[in-house]
């Protein structure tokens, strides 16, 4: 049966002897008195509908040692080692001091119990509940976005790396593809054989797997014509072969020769141990592989209101609307140039939010030449005046040429390089563009900008201390369910130092 926590407290109870070592305003503390207030009896019951084969670990004490798990960025050994040596543990979970820990694949069950969950994110709610009751960010309608590269837990694998791992995979996962011949030679231990100094030697390796590789595609195509039934992690493994090999090769010089090509395919799979995590460019010099954590917080307090996980490539603004879907209306939302986006923008339009959002710069055709905002638009008349003081009309497309005008316009030097003339092609939401440039350029942006946009910085120097900045699980889901536990964790250090308490009227803040 699942376990319960007792109320009344042993003889070697570690918080009743050593409540004292704890200290004040510990996140240990606070545990120790109120993880039952916090992770109730019921949290997790819909994760066992079975009453049979149920762990008897209570919901609290699991709840407990997940969040300082997070907050210490431990592994599942290291957690339940130190729930079996350290008071702190002790005495938060409610252990007596002669108790032994459970093992640490409990922690494993638990978490993919989560992860099918309806609501896997439950103990980061718990926490968000907890900020609601005490009233502390109750009033403060700014929320600042931003995001952090985390590092992959895998090594970045070459084209010939992946394809050698994903042909043994698909060879492994799928019996019948092993009767498919294959250059043997190739997928022995270590990498193939070649002169690795021989440009064509390398040529005629990566045109070997590349065929073998399509050769078990196709076969496993046509064993499912003939009536066999592949798994999701068969027809997982059967495509992610494909993918490596296509995504990095271009045809040779002749046929069935192949060449690794001069580009990098822009949602490029880095490893096919975790086929999930991709290149992030943060920076125009910042090139990493893994993923993308986005945090909404909070800028006063530094509380973090929502998270998401993401793959490394995945723009900034393509998270914004998920970290926002419990914000109400009047929500003032600040950014950096990475959310400045028209479509994000009119998403907050719509929800009658208010964006103090950096726009992205305009870039001349011409270095040092006119940009889009000198030239006159009007939209309701369907026209567009260059600085020269030619207008032309906007097509049904949204593009205006001025094509011949250009030939002999003085200013031409500094309009534009192109023979036929400069093209103009507005964005749909080219209004909102426009409008929130000069925005940008009051004290009425800049004032609260510059005053409560870099906070985010706080927040997320906190949510990646120490190690947690490399992730320790495969894969999108696994990690976005260790960022939840994470920005709990985070969330209530804060709250702790904040000054949060519990009475009979509820969770409060000093």
Known sequence: MQGTSRLDRELLDAA??????LGDGTVHALLAEHRRVLFPDDMFADLFASGRGRPSVPDDVIATVMVLQALEAKSDREACRALERDIAWKAAAGLALTD???????LTLWRNKLR?????ERIFNAVRAVIAETGVI???TRRVLDSTVLDDAVARQDTI???VAQIRRARKLIPELSEVWVREHNLADGRPPCDWDDPADIDRVISELVDDANELVWAAEDLQADGLVLTQVQADAVALLALVAGQDVEPGDGPGKWRIARRTASDRVVSTVDPESRHVHKTQHSYRDGYKAHIAVEPDTGLITDTDLTAGNVGDAEAAEGL???EPAGTEVLGDSAYGTGYLRAHLAKRKMEATIKPPPLRPAVAGGFTLDD???NETAGTIECPAGISVKISPHRRASFGRNCHRCALRSRCTNAKGGRVIVLHPHHALLAAARAYALTDTFNDPYRHHRPMVERSIAWLVRGPNRRLRYRGIERNGLWLTHRAAAVNLNRLVNLGLTHTTDGWATA
């Open 116 to 120: 099918k969950s309806d609501d896997p």
């Open 324 to 326: 926002l879907a419990d």
């Open 16 to 21: 009743a002897l050593c409540a004292h070592l």
């Open 100 to 106: 032994e820990a459970f093992h640490p694949s409990v």
């Open 161 to 163: 790396d992946q394809l």
């Open 138 to 140: 109750k009033g403060k």
């Open 375 to 377: 030239f006159e638009i």
